[in-house]
């Protein structure tokens, strides 16, 4: 999977570079790299996800009324 910024001309690079990281964030790239930057029990995992799932299912419910 790569990802490729081509710089339009007279671009700053710092552009480009913001470009970059805000493609990289949109994709999800730069969460999964950090996620797997350490081990994670399958059960710590699950927990994470419950808790997850629980918090967007609490705002869904205080949303709807």
Wanted: aromatic share 4%.
């Amino acid at each position: 999977m790569s990802i490729e910024i081509k710089i339009r001309k007279n671009e700053p690079i710092d552009r480009a570079i913001r470009r970059m990281k805000k493609k990289l964030e949109r994709e999800n790239i730069i969460k999964g790299v950090r996620a797997k930057r350490y081990f994670e029990k399958p059960c710590e995992v699950r927990r994470r996800k419950t808790k997850v799932m629980a918090f967007t299912q609490m705002l869904r419910n205080r949303h709807a009324e």
